[in-house]
Structure formats: C-alpha cells, structure tokens
C-alpha cells in the first residue's frame, strides 16, 4: 500500500480552495442582502441644505492679525 502524497496533497489543496471559495461567495451574498435589507428599514435621511456662511468681515481679520502680533511682541520681551 504506496501511499501518493503529492497526489493526496492536491486532493487537499482542490478542496481547501472550493470550500474558500464557496465560503466567500455566500459572504458577499449575505452582505448584498444585508445592505438591502438595511437600505430597506433604515433609509438614509436627507442631508440639510448646506447654507452659504457670512463672509468675514476685514475688520475681524485685522483685529485678529493685531492679537496675533501683540502676543508674539509679549513673548519676545519676557523672552529677552
């Protein structure tokens, strides 16, 4: 009784790839179900109309440029 172990070994290497195989193929079903099924009893809400923001004013930029400087003079004199 000689045993074929490279013949044996393809046997298992067929079958471990049919049985992944097989196994991927009903995932991917399952989740296309599963989004139907989401889609189905959870829709998705309609996102609010995204209104236009007020433009800034050149007045706070300048009194945020002035802030900005004030701090940076503040930290060269404790510094010095």
Known sequence: MEIDLVGESLKFMVLGMIVVFVFLAVLVQLMKLQAKLIEKYFPEKEPAPVTAKPAVSVVDDKSK???II???TEL???KS
Do not use: D, E, G, S
Request: zero cysteines.
């Open 70 to 72: 004030a701090a940076i």
């Open 76 to 78: 060269k004199k404790t």
């Open 65 to 67: 440029m002035a802030a």
